[in-house]
């Protein structure tokens, strides 16, 4: 058993917490797909909540503890999924939520973070700076920093997943977006623990590759830029806490290009009815740029998002 922060006894304790509107989450096989693809795929749901983002099962532990504290506040920094979670967990228990985010990031996320009513502040810069400001504000108001990823209650949050999966299955191998690392590490956890027969691969932007390269180097790694469509994803500096437990969980990590995850979006779009983020494509995009390794097997791509700008989701799939 992988010896990674992630405990399974506090996972499996998760579900009693967590709203039920995040869990047991559709998955189903897509035979649509598979006739593109060349080998059986099934789809774990992700976007079907409030929040259309696996995001919330992990902001739920994170305010049910705050709250447990007599804590009434709460900052993070986000590409904007988070910041929806944490808004809407909040709300839900009386917390104050601010959202640092950049002014680049896509509309719809930041207008759906002041609807849940949040205090969303920007910064001329990327996702990193973001982070930089957030932890000053917390700083400066003696609040609670929500830090995706290094928080194990995000990781320990996302893990349910890895719950749901293990109990259906058994999978050939499940397809992961890796960005911060929650999402990976955490169904990885779970699936070394209970389903050591399913393969956990990581799939990541070529253009926005550190932690993949953190991961293959097994060491920290840092990029100069992150310049992907697929923003969820699109970090700089791994946390190495975070790389740790990575490198206990995934067997593979691996790079796509920004061509294949807009035709998995569009795969998504004409034989799911699904319209996904660039970050929820990448499984698809891996499974594009090399067939042979997944012919005939069976294979789960969760649609970790599918908060999209229609202006640009239309400019990408050209419609």
Avoid at 99 to 113: D, G, Q
Avoid at 268 to 294: K, M, N, Q, T, Y
Wanted: proline share 4%; hydrophobic share 45%; with cysteine.
């Amino acid at each position: 058993m992988p010896e990674t922060r992630l405990d399974l006894d506090r996972i499996r304790a998760a579900r009693r917490v967590i709203d039920p509107v995040f869990l047991d989450s559709p998955l189903y096989r897509c035979e649509p797909l598979e006739r593109e693809l060349g080998c059986r795929v099934s789809i774990k749901l992700e976007t079907a909540n409030p929040v259309r983002s696996f995001k919330g099962r992990g902001t739920e532990l994170v305010v049910h503890g705050l709250a447990e504290r007599g804590e009434r506040a709460a900052v993070c920094a986000s590409a904007g999924n988070l910041g929806q979670a944490l808004a809407l967990s909040g709300r839900g228990r009386g917390i104050d939520v601010t959202v640092v985010a950049s002014r680049f990031a896509p509309a719809a996320k930041l207008e759906r973070i002041r609807a849940l009513g949040a205090d969303l502040q920007l910064v001329d810069g990327d996702f990193e700076l973001a982070r930089e400001r957030a932890v000053a504000l917390a700083r400066e108001r003696g609040v609670r920093l929500v830090e995706d990823s290094l928080d194990v209650e995000t990781c320990e949050g996302a893990a349910t997943i890895g719950l749901e999966l293990a109990d259906t299955g058994p999978f050939d191998a499940v397809l992961v977006a890796l960005g911060g690392g929650a999402l990976a590490t955490g169904v990885g956890h779970v699936l070394k623990n209970c389903a050591p027969g399913t393969s956990v691969l990581t799939v990541q932007p070529a253009a926005a590759p550190a932690m993949t390269l953190s991961w293959r180097e097994r060491r920290v790694v840092t990029t100069d830029s992150a310049d992907t469509i697929a923003d969820g994803v699109a970090g700089r500096y791994p946390i190495p806490e975070v790389l740790d437990d990575l490198l206990l969980v995934a067997d593979d990590a691996v790079l796509v290009e920004e061509t294949s995850i807009i035709a998995g979006m569009r795969l998504f779009l004409e034989h799911a009815g699904l319209v996904v983020e660039p970050s929820a494509a990448l499984g698809l995009a891996a499974i594009l740029e090399d067939r042979d390794r997944f012919a005939g097997q069976h294979v789960v791509a969760i649609v970790c998002g599918g908060n999209v700008d229609l202006p640009a989701y239309r400019r990408w799939l050209a419609f």
